[in-house]
């Protein structure tokens, strides 16, 4: 076991509330109507990997979610529908704005008649009233779904479903693979089922997990439009792996990028060509954000795959 995804499926466990993802999923793809420009499948944050059935302990990775949740308000932004899968806890589109306490020092209370009341500070009105309206609007336009993920078996049993979901559309359905998914994994009839004792180290063994990329692209969404991502830490290894992934799995995408460097540069890699995309020093004391213009020039190389087919 660990090198066929089929028997990997066929021993993990679904997660118990699959059925209820799958129905929101059936009803969310089929509620956008011909005028949808497609729908978008973003994954986003990292995944665990559980160490016991009652787990206690789990092995995990750095993603935050950045990636995920900026790219999927510029996707909605650009008209597109998105269903937004990802890492329960981790960023959100809209309220990535306003996390911890940076968003309590936007607030100031005072007491009216004898009530408390809260209001925006004037500064920081213009900003939240921005954000609010776009996020309103994306949810009374029904162009976005939020599906959330912790372990990397619920990921993929998710993942699949959303595939079966879009597989209807076709080619107006794009996969935009951003969550930082573990290779490795501890096979459920290897786990223990209770808290790891500590009177001794332990001997923990993970496995392969197979790569779920392969089938996706050929079984279950074969004519919708798939980008993946690729994270390296050795920039040597950074554009031959990129190439390996789009040779070997036949996507049409890859965007690849480095840990470090993530959020200010990318390389678009597609069976053609390979690019970068960076931002400036000037556009980063901006605040401006790189998933636009990964969106924008995706949204170029989606178009020209549309006309071609
Ligand atoms: C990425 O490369 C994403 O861009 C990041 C975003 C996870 C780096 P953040 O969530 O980070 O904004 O903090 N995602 C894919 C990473 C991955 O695991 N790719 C696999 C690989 O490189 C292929 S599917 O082997």
Known sequence: MGSNWEDFYANLPAPRDLDNSIELLKKFTERQGPSVRGIVLVTSGGTTVPLEHNTVRFVDNFSAGTRGSVSAEYFLERGY???????HKTLEPYSRHF?????????ETNEINGKNVVTVLP???ERISEV????????EQEKLLEITFTTVGEYLWLLRAACQALAPLGPRAILYLAAAVSDFYIP????????IPSSGPPNISLQ???????????LWVPRAFVVSFKLE???NLLISKARDALNKYNHNLVIANMLHTRKNKVVMVTKEKSYEITLSNEQIEKGEEIEKYIIDDLIIIYTRFLEAH
């Open 188 to 195: 459920p009839n290897e786990m223990s089922v209770h808290k």
């Open 233 to 235: 830490t050795d920039e």
């Open 132 to 139: 609010l309206k776009k996020y309103k609007q994306a949810l």
């Open 99 to 107: 996390t911890g306490q940076k968003f309590l020092e936007m607030l």
């Open 81 to 87: 529908a998105v269903i937004f899968m990802f890492r």
């Open 208 to 218: 392969l997990v197979p790569k779920i990329l392969k089938p996706l692209v050929s």
């Open 123 to 125: 500064e920081h009105s």
